[in-house]
């Protein structure tokens, strides 16, 4: 069973920036598919940022060059950087997780068994 437990989020002016954490929580170290999802209300969850502990990231479109996802491999943490942030950025921010078992490690949310139970990251504009 994997827990996740995010934390980080908050409000912020167009412009700023936040970091986003989320502990990972298993019963023994395994190599992990892990990211951020989000979403507002009326509209699908989106991908975000994922990656495997050891693995390049892969980011979404709309993300790249002011977001960055890391592990912190030996704590089980996962952090997104979010930099020079828009209104656009709005919404309600999870952590997901899943055990990897080779396959590619895609911004899909029904690849995911594991969420967080979301975080606010509001940007003013």
């Known amino acids: 069973q994997v827990e996740l437990v995010e934390s980080g989020g908050g409000s912020v002016q167009a412009g700023g920036s936040l970091r986003l954490s989320c502990e990972v929580s298993i019963r023994s170290f395994t190599t992990m598919c892990m990211g951020w999802f989000r979403q507002v209300p009326g509209k699908e969850r989106e991908g975000v940022a994922v990656?495997?502990?050891?693995?390049?990231?892969n980011y979404a479109d709309s993300v790249k060059g002011r977001f960055t996802i890391s592990t912190d491999n030996a704590k089980n943490i996962v952090y997104l950087q979010m930099n020079s942030l828009k209104p656009d950025d709005t919404a309600t921010y999870y952590c997901?997780?899943?055990?990897?078992?080779?396959?590619?490690?895609?911004?899909?949310?029904?690849?995911?068994?594991?969420w967080g139970q979301g975080i606010q990251v509001t940007v003013s504009s």
């Open positions: 990656k495997t502990n050891y693995g390049m990231p």
């Open positions: 997901a997780a899943r055990v990897w078992a080779g396959a590619a490690c895609r911004l899909t949310s029904g690849d995911f068994g594991s």
